[in-house]
């Protein structure tokens, strides 16, 4: 029963538009979404994160959006650059087990030049 | 820098082989973790361990046990390997980020091959 789902496998978007990358939950005590950026040969490394008691978080050129209703965050990327070129993971975790992260299945996002 | 190092990048192993993925972590944090990454499947947890001798299963531990003797030091043990464990292992380990997120900070993994 996967709890995180990232329906779609991969995406591909052309330098200078807009990524977005969607991943669904199914519980709803969920308090924190985090996402993860994961390149060939390398652990992933942290990108974002948005508490539930936000709909929307913004550092650079990542945002990312929750909608706690729908049970739907989405990662938005402007302008895209190849450098994006990654899979990404969306994770997330409950107040009463923070220290344990649910990860779902990741996007390979490709950033054509 | 947070720095958490995998000291084997890449093993193969025969079945029924005794497997030790070891991991070390250089900036003091409490939790350390241990994750499998499957194609299709993301990351799934295997064990965890959130002080020094003390660890939790995760959602996978069956056929793994950890140690954590040193707050710095987690080890993945492999008793007997099987095909089935043939994948990408990644150890992290984590701080209470901003407004109190757990962010993990990765090591770059250990591919196994199990024949």
């Known amino acids: 029963d996967q709890q995180v789902k990232q329906n779609s496998p991969s995406l591909s978007v052309q330098e200078g538009r807009i990524s977005i990358l969607n991943c669904d939950y199914t519980?709803?005590?969920?308090?924190?979404f985090l996402w993860y950026k994961k390149y060939p040969a390398e652990g992933p490394t942290f990108l974002i994160s948005?508490?539930?008691?936000?709909d929307k978080n913004e550092d650079g050129r990542f945002t990312v959006f929750l909608n706690k209703s729908a049970k739907h965050l989405s990662l938005h990327i402007v302008p895209s650059q190849p450098g994006d070129s990654a899979v990404y993971f969306c994770?997330?975790?409950?107040?009463?087990?923070?220290?344990?992260?649910?990860f779902g299945s990741g996007t390979r996002l490709l950033v054509r030049p | 820098d947070v720095k958490v190092t995998q000291s084997s990048r890449y093993l193969v192993k025969r079945t029924g082989e005794k497997v030790f993925l070891e991991c070390v972590q250089d900036?003091?944090?409490?939790?350390m973790f241990w994750y499998r990454q499957d194609p299709g499947l993301g990351l799934r947890l295997i064990y965890f361990?959130?002080?020094?001798?003390?660890?939790e299963k995760g959602d996978i531990p069956e056929g793994y046990s950890v140690s954590r003797e040193k707050k710095e030091r987690f080890s993945l043990i492999l008793e007997s390997a099987s095909t089935n464990q043939t994948s990408m292992y990644l150890c992290?380990?984590?701080?209470?980020?901003?407004?109190?997120?757990?962010?993990?900070?990765f090591g770059a993994g250990s591919r196994l091959t199990v024949l």
């Open positions: 992290a380990s984590s701080f209470i980020g901003q407004g109190g997120a757990n962010v993990l900070t």
């Open positions: 519980n709803s005590m969920f308090d924190y």
């Open positions: 948005i508490s539930s008691i936000k």
């Open positions: 994770a997330a975790s409950k107040v009463d087990s923070s220290y344990k992260l649910i």
């Open positions: 900036m003091d944090h409490e939790n």
């Open positions: 361990s959130y002080d020094v001798k003390m660890k």
